[in-house]
């Protein structure tokens, strides 16, 4: 453990004035419906500066506007940005732990209850988890913006937001969303195969080539969670899109052998979240709350360590500085402070039973290099 304070400047263009004018609702026609969220969008399981940009609107964020969004360039007059969404932006990390995998009021695709954001902020802070990625989908960032980044603009943890990009009318839709919602967002993601577009594709088919080219274009991390099949793309769509950053998860990766510690050694923008539901073999999901969580969990939990403890260490010598933690909580009983210490106890022997040289990179390092340059 390092009691040490990271300070870290994400956004070096934050310093220009005007990049937080956000017109989100200019990813909608006047009068059209928020498209319905689907499954994709609510799935579980150093950086350099980006462009700036040319503010696209100076309306208020969430008004009703009629026309989609306007390309990059449109230029009104700028407006600073608020304290709340400079926090967002940037990265002031503090901790022993950086969660790089975590939903949103999301928990209704596992029918389950949403956790309260208070809740979740009090057991990391408790924790030492200083900073989590986010996966949220864009509708409380257009039905309530300000409030929104103000919930997740929190004194105690970094909360960075990651937003999925389907559901849009247009390619056009998408990347003004993108757009617009400069500086606060951080990435791409969570995209998965279980629904929606992208379900049974494989990775060089639409629309994953844009997905790759949005990251590219505008300096984001594309979070991918791939199946066993897509698994061949991936090399060749890295060295594609060499200026792409993508980090994946999820348990199907590991089933491939050596593909995944192969592709981490060959591709220095390929980075890898081992979270917690992964670990546990989707026990996070699978159980029924509570206290089912917490019976099946203690009888498996030797096991699940010892599985754990043997994959690990030859994906970080793979890439010492790409492996990184996470939890892949979404529900409210995954901050009950039974359940979350449980957790966080697990990664601890985790973490501990790494050799030395790998402990912090995998708890938080390798994260803070990746979202604070």
Known sequence: MSDDHHSVGRRAFLALTGLAAMALAGCQTSGAPEPTTTTAERETDSATARPTRQPTRTNTPGAATATEPPTESATETPTTPTAAERSLASLSFEGEWFDTHAHWRMADTFNYDDYATEDLTARQAEHGVGATVLFVTRRPFVNAYQETVE?????????????????????????????????????????TFYAGREQGKALT??????????AADQDLVLMLHPTEQ?????????????????????????????????LLREHDNLYWTYDI?????????RAAGKSDFIDRFEADRDRYRRRVTQRLPSLLEAAPDRVMWGTDIVADWHVDPDVYSRLLAFSEDVRDALPTEHRDPFAYENAVALFGG
Do not use: C
Request: charged share 20%.
């Open 151 to 191: 919930t997740l603009a929190t004194p105690d943890v970094d909360y960075l937001p990651f937003f999925f990009p389907g559901g849009f009318r247009s390619a056009r839709q998408r990347r003004g969303f993108f757009d617009e919602m400069h500086p606060i967002d951080h990435g791409i993601g969570e995209v």
């Open 205 to 214: 088919d639409d629309p994953f080539p844009e997905y790759f080219q949005l």
């Open 230 to 262: 897509q698994a061949d793309g991936l090399g060749p769509m890295l060295e594609q899109y060499p200026e792409a950053t993508l980090l994946l998860h999820g348990h199907e990766l590991l089933g491939t052998g050596d593909h995944l510690r192969a």
């Open 277 to 285: 539901a992964t670990m546990l073999g989707g026990l996070t999901v």
